[in-house]
Nanobody, 129 residues
Framework: QLQLVESGGGLVQPGGSLRLSCTAS????????FGWFRQAPGKEREGISC????????HYADSVKGRFTISRDNAKNTVYLQMNSLKPEDTAVYVC??????????????????????WGQGTQVTVRS
């Protein structure tokens, strides 16, 4: 079981940027795939991005495509979510998740909660003037 800790959230004005970090502890981290989810008040949790164990495989929800970038640094056991051109509708609690599957990719075009079995506590992102 991994322990995931998110950081980097905060208050930012529309059009601004934030970089979220998800630091993982455990064994074999480079074999895990990671996803970022967010949940706004009164809304369902939304899968917004994921990254495979290789940097080449990444996916984004349409709501963040072109504005957010996911990356990972295996040496630092950390996954990042660079968020640019932030909008008020990006306001949510952002949560990092991880999983590994020896038989099929975890990170797929649809970023689904059910594909992940390790979850962080989340970090609040608020976008307002």
């Amino acid at each position: 079981q991994l322990q995931l800790v998110e950081s980097g959230g905060g208050l930012v004005q529309p059009g601004g940027s934030l970089r979220l970090s998800c630091t993982a502890s455990g064994f074999g981290l480079d074999t895990y795939e990671f996803g970022w989810f967010r949940q706004a008040p009164g809304k369902e949790r939304e899968g917004i991005s994921c990254i495979g164990w290789g940097q080449l495989r990444t996916h984004y929800a349409d709501s963040v495509k072109g504005r957010f970038t996911i990356s990972r640094d295996n040496a630092k056991n950390t996954v990042y979510l660079q968020m640019n051109s932030l909008k008020p509708e990006d306001t949510a609690v952002y949560v990092c998740a991880a999983a590994r599957d020896p038989f099929r990719p975890v990170c797929t075009v649809e970023v689904r909660e059910g594909q992940y079995d390790n979850w962080g506590q989340g970090t609040q992102v608020t976008v307002r003037s």
